[in-house]
């Protein structure tokens, strides 16, 4: 019996081991993998202490920080189901059964798929959801990438510097990201911005070779090489069906980070804290911790 299981060790998760480790507590972190978002993310500008800095590199630091405490992790592990019996939170992964008193879910979100023919044939075969991740392969190819908002300019920008010729598709009339990010892409002559544009079509024979470009004009197809999908991310919230969420699926906290459950608590984008920011993440996770030792220290077991 564990007095905590952290489930997700993106920034929240990680930062609320550091704050469990700090006040002595029996926990358990359980994470599919480590560093969450903030590893596939490019270059980061607006992490405090770091004027620059990449996702992975930060994400190495936020590891280097837990392990520093010598915590259980265990790390390659997915969470199935979250129940509560009375005083006991039971945490079911793929491989074995968990008990603890309190539980922080920091679970975070995942990529959102297209939904359009072909994308599951060629998922790793030219289709990806990670730039940071997989934009070494397209060295010197044509790809397109699939969005219009931070994300997706942030895809953008680290494929200039690899790909020979990238395409933005943006269902929008306009990009939404951050105007920095705007004006570096509207800057570089190897993208061009295809808006109120979405696909229809993935092709190929074994790996992607182009894509259907629907427009107000009609449909066209478009050689590309590569499709980077980034139209945007979904809550993993599914293993904990008990726990009230919104109408984006996304976990219900209060300004304790408490869900409808007394002793699981929430943090991170898996929440609907708005703004979905590493730094806010890091904090909430924070937080989180502090209610789980207040609300261990306040009942009797």
Known sequence: MNDLIIVGAGPAGITASVYAARKKMDF????????????????????????????????????????????????????????????????????????????????????????????DKFKNHGLTYCATCDGPLFAGKTVAVIGGGNSALDAALQLVNIAAKVYIINISSALVGDAVMREK??????????????????????????????????????SVEGVFVEIGLAP????????????????????????????????????????KQIIVAAGEGAKAALSAFRYLSQHKF
Do not use: C
């Not at 892409?185 to 182009?210: F, H, T």
């Not at 109408?247 to 007394?262: A, C, H, Y």
């Open 28 to 119: 358990l972190v359980i994470s599919r993998d480590i560093g969450g978002q903030a590893a596939w993310s490019g270059d980061i500008e607006n992490y405090t202490g770091y004027q620059f800095i990449t996702g992975p590199e930060l994400a190495r630091k936020f590891e280097e920080h837990m392990r520093k405490y010598g915590i259980s992790v265990r790390d390659g592990e997915s969470v199935i189901d979250i129940k509560k019996d009375k005083d006991v939170i039971s945490v079911r992964t793929d491989k074995a059964v968990y008990q603890a008193r309190s539980v922080i879910i920091a679970s975070g979100k995942r990529s959102r798929e297209l939904g359009v023919p072909q994308e």
């Open 236 to 275: 993993n919230s599914d293993l904990a069906p008990a726990i009230r969420k919104n109408s984006f699926n996304e976990i219900k906290v209060d300004s304790s980070n408490q869900t409808n459950l007394p002793g699981i608590f929430a943090a991170g984008d898996v929440t609907d804290v708005p703004e």
């Open 185 to 222: 892409i509207e800057a570089n002559a190897k993208v061009s911005v295809l808006n109120n544009a979405q696909v229809a079509a993935i092709y190929g024979d074994r790996m992607v070779s182009g894509i259907r470009v629907k427009t107000d004009s009609g449909e066209s197809d478009l």
